[in-house]
Every structure is written in C-alpha cells, then in structure tokens.
C-alpha cells in the first residue's frame, strides 16, 4: 500500500508518527513549508526515514491560490498513492489534496483534533464542512469527542479511527527519568536559577503565549494558590511557564503587578530535546487553555510521570484525565477552581501514584497507535469506492482555499 501524508510543517510530533508509520507502508511525505511563524521548531533533516518533499521555504512565499493546487497535484501524481491523508478540511493544502483525489479517484482519509465545541460554531460553517468532509472516505482522530463530531458531519462511524493525537512516549519517559537520576535543575534562560530544593516540586506550564493558552487567568489563579497555601501554613511551590510570544510583556507585566516575579520563571521556548530536563524534575503540569483542539504537552507530562491538571475545554482531557487518579480537570474561567487544583496537588501524598498513572494510561496513545489506526483508516478507505466530487463541491475547495490563503497573507505581513 502507498500512502502519500500532508502536513502544514513537519515537527517532532510528525516525525515520532511517520517513523512508526513508515515500516507498515510505501509511505511519501508532503510538507507545505520548512518554516512558519507559529511554531519556533528546528529544522531537521537527518532524522527522517521515509522520503519528505517540502513545497515552499514559509508562509511568505509568493504563490498564488492557484500555484499551490498546482504544486500539490503534481508532487502527488508523482508519487501515486493508493490513499492520501490529509490534516483537516480548512488548510489551503488539504484543500488542494482533497481536490487532486477527488479528481483522480484516489480515496483521502481525513485527519482531524477538531471537535464540535472547541469553537463557536456557524451553521453555514458547518455546511460547508459537512461538503467538504463527505468527499473523505474515513478519518483518524484523537479520542471520542472527535470521532462524534466529524461523524455528525457525515462520516459512518465505523470508518472513523482513533489515535492521531499522539507523541513519542518513549522520548519524554527516558528523558524525565534521565534527568531525575542526574539530581539536576534545568537552566531558567536570562532569569534567576530555581533552587534545586524544588526538584520535584515545582508547577509547569509550557505554550505559547497567545490569548486561547488563558495564561494571565493562570498568573492570577497561581496568585490565589499563593495565599491559600500561606493561610494553610504550607509552602507554595514556584510556577514554571515554558514558551514565548506576542503575549511576553503583558504577562510579565502582570506578575510584576502581582508581586509574583521571585516565584513565577519564564525561561522562554525551549526546543524538543530541551524538554525533558524540566518535565523530569517539575512537581505537576497545568494546561489552562480556554479552547485547545487537543493539548499534545499533555501527552508528553504524563509520558514523563507528572500528575496534569487540565482545563475542561481541551480536546484530550476526556480521553486522558481520571479525576483523582492522574489529576483533576477544571473550568478554565474560574480562577478560583484553578487554584483549588494546584493546592490539591502539591499538597497530595499520592503524586508519585498520580505519575505512573499518567504513564499507564497514555501508555495506550504514543507512534504506534497512530500508525495503527492510520492503517486501519487506509484499509477502510481502500474497501469503499472514492468520493468524487462535482462541479460545486470542486468550486468550494478553491473558495475555501483562497480565502485561507488571504488569511495567511494578511499574517504574514
């Protein structure tokens, strides 16, 4: 079986899931760009098994809606694949891959976080994605609420298939642990060092610094956490918060403003390899997000044994957060429940348990359960005959594509 796969950019995530891929099929990878503004990931070549063609340098390539359908078509009449699969129905590239198979016959497996209430929804936005969706001939997703959602747009349930949402297990367990056997602290960038009397208790957060990762809410709920810990007579543990972004200075301003700059460091992104030395040697992990499609550092905490308190909008936190076995989940608008969470895990006698929890049940989501449900997915797809597409559904997707591509223009200026 050949399999053609597209993504907007190639990460650490995408690499851990090809790899485990790869050795099920004739497998081609198409990357969109070498580089964007979203993600600060390095550029790596040297690591990839499987063949990769990128089609542009970034996303401020001078291409036209056009040349891009052009590019995509080509590279895959190229490669001929038996079944394409594509991240989601909105991406100009998806968009130009979901055309070139519905032109050729060739059936394409959607590949979607997406859920029915991580945004507010359009019913006009919501029939157009039902068109778009009806030309798949099945789906890999993350966990439950996924599968619903893209099956109220259309797709049989039994062609929908879990485990898309996954990291390597094994890189984050091996490295925590490795970190833990070395006794030592991770580097806090330009900030002030964290005394190595907090290894293993500490908060940790890591995401950009946009406004959906609800971080000035944490700022506050951290504040909270603070004096309830004093008026408890215990002592409050410090925050970590890993990444960087347009947010930095509102957020730092905020914890000056609070009097939280001695307990709360801001060490800046750190690339893939550079996380284990903080999810080996932090306390618990905390994901606020108000809306998250998935949440892939949860993931990675619980693969490095950390107890995770997630907010209840996150896409993983049904499929991956037992209250009180791993963590706790909470209502990411209310600061005060925010704080109630962090009080009760740092102060839990069971974190250790809380941790080979995680590891236990994120056990059953890591490369190789992608690779399986991918394979299913292709083999559902095979089985039934490709969705062509019309006249109106073929204008849609260039439609669909170029008002994306204005998007992306608008941004990238």
Known sequence: MNVSVIFERLGPYHHARMAAVHPRVGLHVIELL???????????????????????????????????????????????????????WSLPAALASLSWCSARGVPAILMSASTAHDELRQWWSEHIK???????????????PHAEYVTRLGLAPDAVFLGYDVVDNAHFAAGAERVRAAGEMPAMGDGPPLDARWRGRYLLASARFVPKKNLPRLIRAYGLYRARAQAEGTEAWPLVMLGDGAMRAELEALRDELGLTPHIHMPGFRQYGELPAFYGTAGAFILPSTTEQWGLVVNEAMASG??????????????????????????????????????????????????????????????DRFAEGLHAAARRALAAPARKAGPVDSALMRLVASVQDRRRLRHAA
Not at 67 to 79: I, Y
Request: glycine share 10%; charged share 30%; net charge negative.
């Open 34 to 88: 070498r580089r964007d503004t979203t993600y600060a990931w390095a550029v790596e070549t040297d690591k990839r098994p499987y063949p990769v063609t990128t089609l542009f340098d970034d996303e401020r390539a001078d291409r036209s809606t056009n040349e891009l359908f052009k590019r995509v078509g080509q590279e895959l009449e190229s490669s001929g694949p038996d079944v394409v699969c594509i991240p989601g």
């Open 130 to 144: 039902t068109r778009l969706v009806g030309m798949f001939s099945s789906a890999l997703v993350g966990g439950a």
């Open 306 to 367: 950390l107890p995770v308190l997630v907010s209840r909008r996150c896409g993983c936190a049904d499929t991956l957060v037992r209250d009180g076995a791993n963590g706790w989940t909470f209502d990411p608008e209310d600061e005060r429940a925010m704080a109630e969470v962090m009080l009760r895990v740092a102060s839990d006698t069971a974190r250790d348990g809380m941790g080979r929890a995680s590891r236990q049940i994120v056990a059953q989501w890591g490369p």
